[in-house]
């Protein structure tokens, strides 16, 4: 769906306090994937998400990061065919119960520069990634997720080699869009218990 139809849902959401991983999934791991991703990638992973046969994570955030989407340490080198990856995310939601992971990772220039960051769709069993969950102060999931010498082949790519960053800010500036909306429907409900209360 739409912005429109992912706000409509996000606000029920949230005036039942509803904990399942749709903003992980649907909202930031599909996004991903529709706005990038080419099309027998599509057909494959949105069908199996739309049917809950799916889970996604976006592992986009790293320590020391600041809030700076540009900030992305995690490495990727080329390798024969594909790639291996190697560093650190933060604050993955709901990574610890994902089949796959959507991870950004630097194929070219510095810590901080717009250019250079690629995507890559990574198994969540892959060898060498490890996740360490715990639960937010919102009582939802989240995970450290560690990558060491994870392999993956030129397939695993989503996107364009070096310019993921647009895809990363519109996907996150769509998950605000999507949390906002939850915060809205969390507040009505809110307004309205409170209001049977007074009453």
Same mark, same amino acid.
């Given at each position: 769906?739409?912005? +429109?139809?992912?706000?409509? %849902? !996000?606000? /029920? =959401?949230?005036? *039942?306090?509803?904990?399942?991983? @749709?903003?992980?999934?649907? &909202? ?20 199996? +998400?739309?049917?809950?046969? %799916? !889970?996604? /994570? =976006?592992?986009? *955030?790293?320590?020391?990061?600041? @809030?700076?989407?540009?900030? &992305? ?43 250079? &960051? ?82």
């Amino acid at each position: 769906g739409s912005t +429109v139809e992912t706000a409509v %849902l !996000m606000e /029920a =959401f949230g005036g *039942a306090l509803v904990a399942e991983p @749709y903003l992980a999934t649907c &909202v930031l791991g599909a996004g991903v994937i529709r706005l990038a991703g080419r099309a027998a990638l599509q057909r494959e992973l949105l069908p199996r +998400v739309a049917a809950g046969e %799916l !889970m996604l /994570a =976006f592992a986009f *955030a790293e320590p020391g990061g600041r @809030y700076d989407l540009a900030h &992305v340490a995690t490495r990727a080198r080329r390798n024969g065919k594909g790639f291996t990856l190697d560093g650190h995310k933060s604050v993955v939601f709901h990574a610890a119960t994902a089949d796959r992971i959507i991870v950004s990772a630097r194929t070219a220039g510095g810590v901080r520069d717009h250019n250079g &960051v690629t995507l890559f769709l990574v198994d969540a069993d892959a060898d060498g990634l490890t996740r360490r969950a715990y639960q937010t102060v919102d009582g939802l999931r989240a995970a450290e997720v560690t990558l060491d010498r994870v392999s993956v082949s030129s397939d695993a790519v989503v996107g364009e080699v070096g310019g993921a960053y647009p895809v990363i800010a519109w996907t996150v500036d769509l998950g605000i869009a999507a949390v906002a909306a939850e915060a809205a429907g969390i507040m009505a409900a809110l307004n309205r218990q409170t209001l049977d209360y007074l009453k």
